[in-house]
């Protein structure tokens, strides 16, 4: 959840040091090593499973989507009003924010439909 505010961040004010791909990435590694109580530890994790159960998943997946709303958002006001474009970060940086939420929305919603599916089949 701190990588998710960190790219909300990042995509709104630039902060040296931080890029919108090193937030990817940590979203990425958090995603990898950080398991729910029942899934085992020893095992690899499935490479399409980003949480425990299929809600976590989906509320994830809808919070980096509005995400990728907001910063589209932004991308347009970018392109609309180019006088206000010396208070704003390159368009570019900030169209790279949105790709890569929306990247993993859909990686999150995915891995929600896929456990939802898994959990039905199991019953």
């Known amino acids: 959840m701190v990588a998710l505010i960190v790219l909300a961040f990042v995509s709104a004010v630039p902060v040296p040091g931080i890029t919108p791909l090193a937030a990817f990435v940590l979203v990425i590694l958090a995603t990898r090593m950080f398991r729910g109580p029942d899934e085992p530890d020893d095992s690899p ?4 499973r980003a949480t425990e159960r299929p809600v ?6 809808a919070l980096f989507a509005l995400a990728t709303v907001v910063v589209a ?5 970018i392109a609309t009003f180019p ?4 208070l704003r970060v390159d368009e570019g940086y900030v169209a790279l924010t949105g790709l890569l939420a929306l990247i993993l929305a859909v990686g999150y919603l995915q891995s929600g439909v ?9 019953k």
Do not use: H, K
């Open 45 to 48: 994790r499935d490479w399409w």
């Open 56 to 61: 976590a998943s989906f509320v994830i997946g």
């Open 73 to 77: 958002l932004d991308v347009y006001a």
């Open 83 to 86: 006088e206000e474009r010396e």
């Open 114 to 122: 896929r456990l939802r599916r898994e959990r039905a089949t199991s």
